[in-house]
């Protein structure tokens, strides 16, 4: 199994991509203020594999 410190997640849907997240040390950093629908499910999905939302 791979293990990897540190996973940076951006949203690639405009000109140019966007930095929402970054996961490191079971902690989740959101970026973008608002969330649309699917960033919502991503939040979610991984606060149920045990990561915790900080700013």
Known sequence: MLHCDEIFIYDNSGI???LIFQLKDN???QFSEFLPSWR???LNNLRK????KIF
Request: net charge negative; aromatic share 8%; with cysteine.
């Open 16 to 18: 140019a991509p966007e």
């Open 27 to 29: 902690c989740i950093t």
């Open 40 to 42: 919502e499910k991503i």
């Open 49 to 52: 594999l045990g990561f915790e």
